[in-house]
Nanobody, 123 residues
Framework: QVQLVESGGGSVQAGGSLRLSCAAF????????MGWFRQVSGKEREGVAT???????TYADSVKGRFTISRDNAKNTLWLQMNSLKPEDTAMYYC?????????????????WGQGTQVTVSS
């Protein structure tokens, strides 16, 4: 089992920055792929960014150039640095993990999920 705990969400004005953290506990953290997803109430969960055990990354087009995903395997921690935030980035953000090295923005491929952290961007 893998437990994921997110932190770092909050409220920020447009143009601001936030850094989300995800602490992983348990087995199979390495070399699993991990990712950040977000969901707005009433909409489907969407992939934001993913990173595998070789630090290969994939980003959604909507966040390229603004968000950076990173991980520290020794600390079992995943981060999402979010810059130049926009109101449309407002959502609940979830950390997720799966086995295998393939990066994917498809939510159903991920087995383990955190409880989520809210990000609100005001205009």
């Amino acid at each position: 089992q893998v437990q994921l705990v997110e932190s770092g969400g909050g409220s920020v004005q447009a143009g601001g920055s936030l850094r989300l953290s995800c602490a992983a506990f348990g087995h199979t953290y390495n070399p699993s792929s991990m990712g950040w997803f977000r969901q707005v109430s009433g909409k489907e969960r969407e992939g934001v960014a993913t990173i595998n055990g070789d630090s290969r990354t994939t980003y959604a087009d909507s966040v390229k150039g603004r968000f950076t995903i990173s991980r520290d395997n020794a600390k079992n921690t995943l981060w999402l640095q979010m810059n130049s935030l926009k109101p449309e980035d407002t959502a609940m953000y979830y950390c997720a993990a799966k086995t295998g090295l393939a990066t994917s923005l498809v939510s159903y491929e991920y087995k383990y999920w955190g409880q989520g952290t809210q990000v609100t961007v005001s205009s």
